[in-house]
């Protein structure tokens, strides 16, 4: 029996695969059905409220500038860095004249999701102050960064990656869950996506390691980003189960050509990430928005899936796609979502939502 290929191989193999039958693809495009386009695509968003962790770069930054275009009536961005915030807001306003020079329908909010719980809530009481939220979407992250822990003493991709935005998420809900039913008869729906990756496949065997979450250096640092980005398409999966009136999904943007791997432990694997970012796999941060775009706006879909570019259900893992049948383990996504409950329990909820929680 032959040794399996390590995923760098198959990546390399992939690459070389594809530049030997791009006509192949070409062709194939051409008689699929119509790929998503965000300018034709994207509906009317007047009224709606929207919510994008790390708006400031790579696929947020492009997610916000799109959506812009849409005439929403507030998107509320966070980074790490409000220079970039603001230069963000310009660039929006430069793309999009209509939109006000008051910066009232663009809204940066501060926030380092490797900080604090009670940080992260303080950052979003500070500038958060909309009744209703229609799109929430968790894309902020970390990839194969050095060893380290967050401020509370977690794993720093599955702290920054994953907890930062249940923390969020939590603070978020009851005003979600508020806003899905005054816009019921509207026929409109209140959407979470969270942005995971085909990293996902790294995950330990186990999926989590609920008994190393504070272990810094468990594992490999791939196998903690895999973890992390495992346990956001298991939080979707939670939302879709039990608060069916808030329509979670996550997704792969796909190979993308941002700055994620900038703050990343170099290794051989980065290295041949990294060689392959000019070829035909990689995808400008435009087009990589494109996934989480039809997730947050499309009006078909199905609750707790996993969706690859674009609006593709996944089949098995290959080189880089498909999903992990981790994925599809109900007891542990019940168990991620009672640890998350447990861990983030005495949290104090935003005022103007706490009633709507408890209601549901």
């Avoid at 609920?210 to 895999?226: C, E, M, N, Q, S």
């Avoid at 996550?250 to 041949?272: D, N, Q």
Wanted: proline share 5%; charged share 20%.
């Amino acid at each position: 029996m032959s040794k399996p290929k390590s995923l760098c191989e198959q990546l390399d193999a992939s690459s070389e695969h594809f530049n030997r039958n791009s006509h192949l693809n070409t062709s194939a495009k051409s008689k699929s059905i119509m790929p998503f386009n965000p300018v034709r695509d994207i509906p009317d968003l007047s009224g709606k409220v929207i919510f994008i962790t790390g708006g400031t770069s790579g696929i947020g930054k492009a997610a916000v500038l799109a959506l812009s275009a849409f005439n929403p009536a507030c998107i509320y961005f966070t980074g790490r860095n409000a220079s970039a915030g603001s230069a963000v807001i310009s660039e929006a306003q430069k793309l999009h004249p209509s939109l006000s020079s008051s910066s009232s329908s663009l809204v940066f909010i501060k926030c380092d999701l490797s900080s604090s719980r009670e940080s992260i809530r303080a950052a979003l009481a500070n500038k958060f102050d909309s009744s209703r939220l229609d799109i929430f979407i968790a894309n902020a992250g970390i990839m194969a960064v050095p060893e380290g822990l967050t401020a509370e003493g977690f794993e720093v991709q599955f702290g920054t990656n994953y907890l930062g935005h249940a923390v969020l998420l939590r603070l978020l809900r009851p005003i979600m869950l508020r806003t899905a039913q005054k816009t019921a008869h509207e026929g409109s729906q209140v959407r979470f996506v969270a942005v995971s990756s085909f990293g996902h496949t790294m995950a330990p065997p186990s999926g989590i390691e609920f008994d190393k979450l504070k272990v810094p250096d468990a594992g490999t640092k791939w196998h903690r980003y895999g973890q992390s980005k495992l346990a956001d398409i298991l939080l979707a999966k939670g939302m879709a189960k039990r608060y069916p009136n808030i329509s979670s999904v996550s997704v792969h943007p796909g190979l993308v050509r941002t700055e994620l791997g900038g703050r990343a432990e170099r290794s051989p694997f980065l290295f041949i990430m990294e060689s392959l970012r000019w070829t035909p796999l990689y995808k400008s941060p435009e087009k990589g928005a494109h996934n989480l775009l039809w997730a947050a706006t499309t009006a078909t879909l199905e609750d707790g899936k996993y969706y690859e570019p674009v609006g593709k259900t996944p089949g098995k893992p290959n080189s880089y796609s498909g999903m992990a049948a981790i994925c599809d383990n109900e007891a542990l996504a019940d168990r991620l979502w009672e640890w998350t409950e447990k861990e983030l329990d005495g949290l104090d909820l935003l005022q103007y939502g706490s009633s709507v929680e408890r209601e549901q």
